[in-house]
């Protein structure tokens, strides 16, 4: 049998090749069991809670019947089972998880992985994505036969409406659905498609869908919200410029953005954006957490509102916990997953679209000018990624030599900090950094970068290259 690994947000595998009917049996088998011995451990926090499970999918290929195998599984060993009948966002079912008051969920999709790959999520009650320990647990337990019952029943049912109403509920969606934005939604062909359609669906605004197809190829990208997959959307806008164009990965949990025109915005940008319209326009306070490859502009922001601030590592499952903590703002990482006190701890895509589309609606001006205003008082911020195909057997060596042999300066200036919690960062004095990290599910060395200007974060990308042929 073929290793089954959990990665940062549970387990993905190239279809066919691991991941496969068995081997998703073989894992829906481990977590029901390992969710059966929480219910009965009375140190456990789903100590007594009734055995429900919500499990959900997306457009990727086979996912509809790899999630139809998980139901049976969880059905067979006496869970009540909630399925989507049909494909549906991330946080959708997270929200169930929570909502109906489930000792977990599974949501089958790899995101914004590449589209040969699938994968199986873990959601914990609470909404968020399951922890690594608990994530271990569930890989011991590997090896059980399958048991589910023929005919054993299972409850399909619709979990969006709820979910939507909710994150209505979190911003002020009088004042949106009077706004007359145009808003475009590039879907990337993932499961967000029509969200926004359906959302602002009876407002004055007029919404577009850019590659809504159902296409479990992506069109021939990664359905990850990244400059370099806006080309297609970008063109649409050229030719029918809007205010502003939402765009969501595969799975609708991550979020980006271009202006109406079809100029990238980065998800660092967004990000301040983000931290901006909350701080600003809302009023609101509270803690602030971030990953420790996301730009240094939330820093600065921080600082000058005073506002704490905590930095953790690398996956979305290292800030859920810090939301649901007193005082809990906003939790932010690179990939344009963030979050939001008072909702679930988890990354949602859609919610943080309708926080911007009320940014928009009460500021009456451009994304660009408000952005602008922010680098005027901040200072210029730019930043990218180059994502390396580097083999895994490689990246440990590599990432050792550059921890042992930092460099001196980065763009002339003295580097004051070298992070190794995960991959190695260079940081320098004038805040600009340069970061390499392995990709947790692919052969992929990633590249970051941040500088004041383009040209610096080219050069640093450019020495980030050169480091990896040297090897």
């Not at 055995?51 to 959900?56: I, R, S």
């Not at 969200?195 to 190829?217: M, Q, R, Y």
């Not at 940008?269 to 990953?291: C, F, P, S, Y």
């Not at 083999?391 to 460099?407: D, H, I, S, V």
Request: aromatic share 8%.
């Amino acid at each position: 049998m073929s290793r089954i690994q959990f990665g940062t947000d549970g387990w993905r595998a190239v279809i066919a090749e691991d991941f496969t009917f068995a081997n998703v049996a073989r894992v829906a088998q481990a977590t029901a069991d390992f969710w059966k011995s929480e219910i009965v451990n009375p140190k456990s926090k789903i100590f007594g809670r009734a055995p429900k499970v919500v499990v959900g999918y997306d457009r990727r290929f086979l996912s509809d019947r790899f999630a139809q195998i998980t139901a049976e599984v969880f059905a067979g060993n006496d869970f009540q089972v909630v399925l989507t009948p049909e494909p549906t966002p991330t946080p959708c079912v997270s929200f169930a998880v929570k909502n109906l008051g489930a000792v977990g969920g599974v949501m089958i999709t790899a995101s914004h992985n590449p589209p040969e790959f699938n994968g199986f999520k873990l959601k914990s009650h609470f909404g968020g994505s399951s922890s690594q320990k608990e994530c271990q647990a569930v890989e011991r337990l590997l090896g059980s036969e399958r048991r589910a019952l023929l005919g054993a029943p299972i409850n399909l049912a619709d979990v969006r409406p709820a979910h939507f109403a909710a994150i209505k509920r979190l911003v002020d969606f009088k004042l949106i659905a009077k706004s007359k934005l145009r808003v475009a939604h590039d879907a990337l062909f993932g499961v967000g498609a029509g969200v926004f359609e359906t959302l602002l669906a009876k407002t004055n605004c007029t919404v577009t869908t850019l590659n809504g197809a159902h296409d479990v190829l992506f069109g021939g990208i990664c359905p990850e919200p990244l400059p370099k997959n806006y080309a297609l959307g970008g063109a649409q806008l050229k030719k029918n410029p809007h205010d502003i164009c939402l765009v969501t990965d595969g799975d609708a949990d991550r979020v980006g953005a271009m202006d109406g025109r079809g100029t990238p915005l980065t998800n660092q940008q967004v990000i301040a954006l983000l931290l901006h319209h909350l701080v600003r326009n809302r009023g609101e306070r509270g803690t602030v957490t971030k990953t420790f490859n996301t730009t240094t502009m939330v820093d600065k922001m921080c600082a000058a509102w005073n506002l704490p601030l905590t930095e953790v590592g690398i996956g979305f499952r290292f800030i859920a916990p810090e939301l649901m903590k007193p005082g809990a703002l906003f939790g932010a990482e690179e990939s344009g997953s963030v979050g939001f006190a008072n909702h679930i701890p988890e990354r949602d895509g859609l919610a943080a679209g309708l926080f911007l589309l009320e940014m928009l609606a009460l500021e009456k001006v451009s994304v660009n000018k408000i952005y602008a205003r922010l680098e005027k008082e901040f200072g210029p911020h730019r930043y990218a990624r180059f994502d390396a195909h580097y083999p895994l057997e490689q990246r440990t060596a590599l990432l050792e030599f550059l921890k042992a042999n930092p460099p001196k300066k980065l763009l002339r200036s003295p580097l004051v900090k070298v992070d190794a919690r995960d991959g190695v960062k260079f940081v320098a004095a004038d805040s600009s950094w340069l970061m390499l990290r392995g990709s947790g599910t692919e052969p992929v060395l990633r590249i970051y970068a941040e500088a004041g200007s383009v040209a610096g974060v080219q050069k640093l990308l450019d020495l980030g290259v050169r480091w990896l042929r040297l090897r």
